[in-house]
Structure formats: C-alpha cells, structure tokens
C-alpha cells in the first residue's frame, strides 16, 4: 500500500519531471516519459521486470519449475549453496523460494518435505522463511492504524511459529547465518527489545561478518519506524560500513538509513550535501569492488543511480541505471506501486542529463 506522503511525492516528482522535460525538449517529447532513454537503447516501463533487481536465469527456472510443483532444482541451488558455504547467495535464495505462497499445505515446498522427511537443513530453512513471509503477509503492507485487528491476530499467530522452526533450521546446520538472519524479522515484527537483538547479532556476525542482507534486515530493526530511531540506525550503518572490506557492499547502509528518515521530505539540496555526496562515493567504490557474482550488487546499483540522479550526476546515474535496466524490484522503486513508471521516470532524467550518453 502506497502512504499519502508517497503519492504526494510521486505527484510532485511526475509535475518537476514533465516541467523539465518540456524545458529541454520544447515540450516534443513530453508525451513519452522515456523517450530518451529508449533512444539510447533502454527498455520501456512495459519490458522492466518488478520481481527481481537483477536477471538470474538459474533462479528463474528454479522458481518456474516450484510453481508446477517441481521442488528439485530449488532443492540443488539450495544445497550448492550450503555446500559451498556461500552464505550470502544462500539468504538471497531462501528469501526468493521462501515466500507467502509455499507456506501452503499443498505448496511444492509440502511435496520437498514429503520427499526428504524432517532433517533436511534446506528445506527446514525455506520453511522458516515461508512462515515468516506468510506472517507479514497476513498482516498486510499498511501502516498500523490502517491495519486490522484481524490482521494483526493473523500476523501475530503465525509469526510467533517461527523462532521453532529457526532453532530447527539452525540445529541441523549450526554455522549457517540464515536461520539467525531469519530471526531478524521476527524480531522487527514481534518487538523484541534493543538487547535481544544485540544478542541476535552477534549470533548472526559470529558466522558471516559482512552478510549483506542481514545488515540490511538488521537496519530496519533500527529504524525509528520499527524498533529504533533514526540516531539508531545511522549509528548502525556507519559503523557497519566503516568496518566492512570494501567489496562487502555495507558501504550502502548509510544511504538506506538516509533514505528511511528523510526521503519523503528530503528537497533538492538535501540530496548534495558533502556528507551525502561522500557517502555515494563511497558506495560506488564498494559496489565497483565487489566480487562478481555478489547476488545483492544489483541492489546498490539502482539505490545509487537514483542517488547520483538526485545530485545530478547524470553520467554516472546513466550508467548504473544501464547496468541494471530491465529489472526493478529494488529500493527505491519497489517501495511505489508502480515500480517500474518510476523507475523510468528518474532513468529519463539522467539521461536527459548526461552528457555522454
């Protein structure tokens, strides 16, 4: 559900976009938001994918295969993972077979269970992700007050199934990270306090220092809008940034955190500070280091071309935003419901703008 300050903000950002279209095209092209950008060989709001930030065609069969109830190539990448101990490709594989959907009783992931009886690590931890998905599921993406107190007993009910089925997933494979990263959204959703995370953490950083997405799900925690405040969270990410390898991508935290507190009411300057613009920099070393492969380089790659649109830093937007194109489902156009209109939107921009295209 898009918030009223949302829509409003997307109001104001369509009106500026279509007064500075008009102002460097004579109004010519005002009629097509992506004009430019299709011109330089960019794909159309209708061809961007919203599900994913980035392609991933072992992934995608995977997921084609579990929706016709086929559970064993999910079951390869999941196992190759654990394996190989790659635990940041392994959450990021959790989370995408893991969702509302095989939390069913008829679900492929019920027929995986079937198969391999109680004690499979991989599936014990998609299981755990399939009921947290569900929990949040239930309660809906609204805010609080918008939200029903059916809902909520919903959420509540099955959300509080899942510290179980973690410890479970965790007991059968003791150094994976995923269980514990898990356990994040539990505690976001159930209102564990500061020190239960604390401990939460060091569970989770005791095997993967630098798991990207845990420290992302870790800052939502922080964030004023769940369980911290905003001195919180930006204590979180810099830190976690200014001791991080470069490559790790935790470089990106901080502008999430901003992001979180101030984009909604954030002016145009707002976005140029020396501070902000140090930050960027900053994350385009880190995602220009990582290593390939990294299954959340797509992620910060699409936070900063809208960060580098919004200091007018076109040329390096534009060429984020051709890294990336084609795909949508990441911050910050996930967060409208129109991802890829606004995607389009800011990528017109910065191509309008760069000055070699």
Known sequence: MVDIARALAIAVAIAVAVVYYRSTTGGSSSRDPSAKAQKLGLLPASQQNASRAAPEPELELAQAAAARGIWEPAARLLASSRERRDWARRSHYTAAFGDHRAARPDSWLAAWEASVGPADPDAVLVRAQATIALAWHLRGGGWAK????????????????????????????????????????????????????????????????????????????????????????????REAAATAPRGSLLAALPLIAWYEHHDDGAKAGDFRTPELTAAVDAALADVAAAPAGHPNTAEVRHLLAYFLTRQKRYDEALAQFRLVDGSVGARPWSSWSDPAGVYCLWRERAARGARRP
């Open 146 to 237: 918008d939200t029903s107190r059916e809902q909520f007993a919903g959420f509540h009910s099955t959300l509080v199934q899942a510290p179980a089925e973690n410890a479970r997933a965790a007991d059968l494979n003791p150094d994976d990270p995923g269980p514990h990263v898990n356990e994040i959204w539990v505690a976001v959703g159930l209102g564990r306090s500061h020190a239960d995370m604390q401990t939460l953490w060091k569970e989770i950083t005791a095997r993967d220092p630098y798991h990207y997405a845990a420290h992302c799900a870790a800052l939502q925690f922080w964030c004023a809008k769940w369980r911290g405040s905003e001195e919180l969270a930006a204590s979180f990410a």
